[in-house]
C-alpha cells in the first residue's frame, strides 16, 4: 500500500484543531472494553501499534493522531487484518483527552506512550509541544495506579523537558537508576527509533509509573 503524503508538522493551536473530540463508547470500540488499554499519543502512521495489538492480544490499544489521512489509512490497514483491540482516532490530544479518558472504564489505562513527538525546535512555538503540564496533570487523573508511561525521542531537549515535566507532578515517580534508560523496555520499536538506530545516533527514553497518591 502507497504511503500517505501528509504535512509532516502540524500545528496544534490552529483554529482548525480546537474542536474537542467526542467521547468514545468503549463498548463499541473494542469487543472487550475493560482489557487493560495501552494509550499511544502521536501515533503517526500507527505501525508501533499496529505490531503491539498483534503481540498483546489480551490488551486494547488506542492511538490518537492529529493528522487525520494517517488515522484513516492506520484505521483500514487494522482491518484488513481484523484485529479487533486496535483503534486509531483523529484528535487534537491537548484538547480531547478528558472527554476521550473520562468515559473509561475505571482502571483500564495501564500504559501510555509518547514517542519521538514534534520538537517544535523555537521557543515561540514551546506551546505546540504534545507534552504540557496540563496533559501530564490529565494523564495522572485516568492512568491507573502502578500503571506507566514511556517516553522517548532523538532530540535531546525534547526528552529532558518530557522528563521534567512528569516528575514535577508528585503523582508520578520515574523508574530506572540512570538518567536515561539504554534499552526500549517494550517488545516493540518505532521506525523512527529504528531509523535513529540503524544512523548510530541516541535515543532518550524515560519511563514513569503512576504512584499511590491517595489518603
Not at 496533570?137 to 523537558?161: H, N
Amino acid at each position: 500500500m502507497p504511503l500517505v503524503r501528509v504535512r509532516q508538522h502540524v500545528n496544534p493551536l490552529a483554529k482548525k484543531y480546537q474542536t474537542p473530540a467526542n467521547a468514545l463508547e468503549w463498548e463499541k470500540v473494542y469487543p472487550q472494553p475493560n482489557q487493560p488499554l495501552h494509550l499511544d499519543i502521536g501515533c503517526a502512521r500507527g505501525r508501533f501499534l499496529l505490531k503491539m495489538a498483534e503481540i498483546e492480544t489480551d490488551w486494547n490499544f488506542l492511538g490518537l493522531e492529529i493528522r487525520e489521512p494517517l488515522v484513516v489509512d492506520a484505521n483500514q490497514v487494522r482491518s484488513e487484518l481484523g484485529l479487533t483491540n486496535l483503534h486509531y482516532l483523529f484528535c487534537n490530544v491537548n484538547n480531547s483527552l478528558q472527554s476521550l479518558l473520562s468515559s473509561l472504564p475505571p482502571g483500564t489505562l495501564q500504559r501510555v506512550s509518547i514517542q519521538f513527538p514534534d520538537p517544535w525546535f523555537k521557543n515561540r512555538h514551546a506551546k505546540r509541544r504534545v507534552v504540557q503540564p496540563e496533559l501530564v496533570t490529565e494523564l495522572a487523573s485516568y492512568l491507573a495506579v502502578g500503571g506507566i508511561v514511556f517516553l522517548q525521542s532523538d532530540v535531546e531537549f525534547v526528552a529532558a523537558e518530557m522528563r521534567s515535566r512528569f516528575a514535577e507532578n508528585p503523582d508520578f515517580e520515574q523508574l530506572g537508576t540512570g538518567e536515561w534508560l539504554t534499552e526500549n523496555p517494550l517488545p516493540v520499536a518505532t521506525e523512527r527509533e529504528i531509523g535513529t538506530q540503524n544512523k548510530g545516533e541516541p535515543v532518550y527514553r524515560a519511563v514513569f509509573v503512576r504512584k499511590n497518591t491517595g489518603l
